[in-house]
């Protein structure tokens, strides 16, 4: 419940400046506008995401790419780079990309691995009987996908989807810099602006209600179907469908995808390394903002991990109202601006804790606040595909609660604990608005000095902050990337 409180603080305050200020704010044309502006966003990101992660997934693990680890890698990739970097390396190149196409377009190109991953989790996890079934009996291979495969990678689009759909709502640095109004850059402006508090309280309101929306949405979408099977399946991996003539158009499509995600923006900031009037190479500066980064990412992304296991153990084990609405609580500040969040605690710390006010341990509540839902959506993943009959066994064999969770549940779970946790870290190493509301004074990240030297123009002085910020999830990532794969159900055609 903790991650509630955000929520809490937004409809009180909007509740106590009454029903009039209340109609006069929600009902201006401007609210229609930026209604229209965020779903017409989370619509097309999602879209684009979900058709680029199924689509790149489907080819990896279930046709006969070249080099599938590689490619494994290099779509996971994009989550080293952040979204505002991304838009700040598009936006320094062509001004092109701003408005709509452009922000679905990097949206999509920064966020799409989040929906890659757990696919790529599911179709490794499919029992390919099913789809050489589907084979013998006339199937071609865009209809066994449709018909076979993609009902049962459904738990994976939809939970990926949400942390899609949650992001972009909540985004404000990549959408800034490309010139797209949304809920979000709107709250910026009020509160950072004219400090019109009511407004941007009321704005945040209409955020969460478009955010329990996409919650309820994804809740009635998943259902209740079970994907857990006992055992490892078939020892061997699914065939691998030959490419023919579409060998060399698909591997185009590939490299297209994570040039688009990643080489722009390496490319861009390489270039304004070289050419940027601003450049400068603060040694002892980037040493500093490093350390920091890495201190908080490591534990924010520790608390927040260790707090996500028992929300997603009474989720999966232990299904009801009350832990349906403990885990969804999670997801809720995942889709407010960082700003919302940290103002909130501002607001609550200075009434019922003034002496922790400006300290490291506030930033890290924030950030579990934050990203608590990416930790709980991937435990909770491993869970489901975690067969609950070994626990039974356990139970019956007189090993305790505690016994069976150590012994039996964590080994199943680890890897997607590690994922979490890797998913979380680069979240918190790469979060900006928040930090540099809440971060002690004189602490700085390397996302806010970037952030500082971008907004003044200075792209050369701004590249090496974003590069390293780069570098500085790069090993995460490569982490993600690993365990996308399991190298034993590799087999060519």
């Known amino acids: 419940m903790f991650t509630l409180l955000p929520l809490l603080h937004v409809v009180g305050y909007a509740a106590s400046v009454g029903w009039d200020v209340a109609r006069a704010e929600l009902f201006r044309p401007r609210m229609a506008w930026l209604l229209w502006h965020s779903v017409a966003l989370v619509i097309g990101g999602v879209a684009l995401s979900a058709v680029l992660a199924t689509g790149c997934a489907w080819v990896v693990e279930r046709t006969a790419i070249p080099a599938p680890r590689l490619w494994r ?35 999509s190109l920064s966020y799409f691995p989040f929906i890659y991953l757990p696919v790529t989790a599911s179709l490794m996890r499919l029992d390919p009987e099913f789809e050489d079934t589907a084979h013998t009996l006339g199937l071609g291979g865009w209809a066994t996908f449709l018909r076979v495969v993609l009902p049962q990678l459904r738990p994976a689009l939809l939970g990926g989807s949400l942390l899609v759909a949650l992001h972009l709502l909540a985004e404000f640095g990549a959408l800034q810099m490309l010139r797209y109004p949304t809920f979000t850059t709107a709250i910026y402006e009020q509160f950072g602006t004219t400090f019109n508090g009511p407004s941007a309280n009321l704005t945040a309101s209409v955020l969460v209600l478009l955010c329990l929306i996409v919650l309820v949405g994804e809740l009635r979408l998943r259902g209740t179907a079970s994907v857990v099977r006992v055992g490892a399946g078939v020892a061997r991996a699914a065939t691998r469908l030959p490419l023919g003539a579409a060998r060399l158009p698909t591997i185009g499509g590939l490299v297209l ?13 390489i270039h304004w390394m070289i050419v940027g009037s601003s450049t400068a190479f603060p040694v002892a500066d980037l040493v500093q903002t490093t350390a920091t980064t890495l201190a908080l990412a490591a ?8 707090g996500a296991i028992p929300v997603a153990i009474l989720a999966v084990r232990r299904p009801s109202a009350v832990s349906t609405i403990i885990e969804r609580s999670t997801f809720t500040a995942s889709a407010l601006p960082g700003i919302v969040v940290a103002l909130s605690l501002v607001g609550l710390v200075l009434a019922a804790a003034p002496a922790i006010y400006q300290t490291a341990a506030v ?5 579990v606040m934050m990203f608590a839902s ?8 491993a869970l489901d595909h975690a067969p609950p009959v070994l626990e039974d066994v356990s139970g019956a064999l007189g090993l305790t609660s505690w016994a069976t969770f150590r012994r039996v549940t964590l080994p199943l779970v680890a890897p997607g604990i590690a994922a979490a946790t890797a998913l979380v870290f680069i979240a918190i190493a790469t979060e900006l608005t928040a930090t540099l509301l809440l971060a002690p004074i004189g602490t700085r990240t390397l996302a806010t000095q970037f952030w500082s030297e971008s907004s003044a123009m200075a792209y050369g002085a701004a590249a090496p902050y974003a590069l390293l ?7 995460a990532t490569i982490m993600l990337g690993r365990m996308a794969g399991d190298p034993a159900r590799e087999v060519t055609a």
């Open 374 to 381: 990416r930790a709980v959506v991937g435990v909770r993943a």
């Open 257 to 269: 995808v994570t040039f688009l995600a990643v080489g722009v923006p390496v490319m861009s900031l």
């Open 299 to 306: 534990v924010g992304a520790a608390v927040a991990t260790v």
């Open 363 to 367: 930033l890290v509540g924030a950030y």
């Open 469 to 475: 910020l780069v570098l500085l999830s790069v090993p």
């Open 73 to 107: 890698a290099l779509l996971v990739a994009p989550l080293a780079v952040p979204a505002f970097v991304n838009g700040y390396a598009w936006v320094s190149l062509t001004h092109a990309v701003e408005g709509y196409l452009g922000a679905v377009l990097i949206v």
